[in-house]
């Protein structure tokens, strides 16, 4: 496609549910991040995928969050038993080399109530 | 510890003026630094970036200088427009590895007709 898809663009789940966030990248594109953005501030990394593999982990906050990218294209964001504080815009990017810059997708909004 | 801490948080210019926004960063393994543009409900947009190669890059009417000593960059907005209304992000990244971005906290600038 054109651009960097997520979906659904809104999510309101109950806390303790299992929510999946889907990310379909700029073909071509071997590189994909996802970061999380709280009201007022910043995107923060999450994960990146160099192809197939989760290349860098880092941000993850804890062992409910999880993330894959099978046959290096599409992209979910899995999270388990979520709770109030994961409530955020959760952003995907992709780019040919992350070096000269990304392209981010219009994100999906996550509520947990 | 914030890596990359971004001022003002807000402002406020009048049409045709001049926007400055600054950011100081902290990790001198940083050699690539972008400006990204975000309008409500979208993801980050890239603007303009630099590296530390060269003191000052233009593209339009944005500009991005860089102070290497002082570990300082900003970006200057000429002749703003009441659709450069949005929020401006700096980050930060190194080569070398996932290339992960570090991001500011975001300014929301408003220009007025």
């Known amino acids: ?113 | 510890q914030q890596q990359v801490k971004q001022s003002p948080q807000s402002l406020i210019v009048q049409k045709g003026g001049i926007s400055i926004i600054n950011c100081a960063y902290e990790n001198t393994a940083f050699d690539y630094f972008p400006w990204y543009q975000q309008f409500p409900g979208k993801g980050p947009a890239l603007l303009i970036a630099i590296r530390p190669d060269v003191s000052e890059k233009k593209e339009g009417r944005f500009t991005i200088s860089f102070n290497k000593s002082a570990k300082q960059f900003s970006l200057h907005i000429m002749d703003s427009q009441p659709g450069d209304s949005a929020t401006y992000f700096c980050a930060a990244s190194s080569r070398g590895g996932s290339e992960k971005l570090v991001f500011g906290k975001g300014m929301k600038l408003t220009v007025n007709p």
Not at chain 1, 26 to 53: C, D, K, M, N, V
Not at chain 1, 70 to 88: H, M
Not at chain 1, 94 to 110: I, Q, V
């Open chain 1, 1 to 113: 496609g054109a651009g960097v898809s997520q979906t659904p663009s809104n999510k309101v789940t109950e806390k303790g549910k299992y929510v999946e966030l889907r990310c379909d990248p700029i073909s071509g594109h071997t590189a994909l991040y996802w970061y999380r953005q709280s009201l007022g501030q910043g995107p923060e990394f999450l994960i990146y995928f160099q192809g197939t593999g989760a290349a860098d982990d880092s941000g993850l906050p804890n062992d409910r969050f999880f993330a894959v990218r099978p046959e290096g294209s599409v992209s979910t964001l899995k999270i388990q038993r979520t709770e109030r504080g994961d409530s955020a815009v959760y952003l995907c990017a992709s780019s040919l080399t992350g070096y000269d810059g990304y392209t981010f997708g219009s994100g999906t909004r996550l509520t947990v109530v």
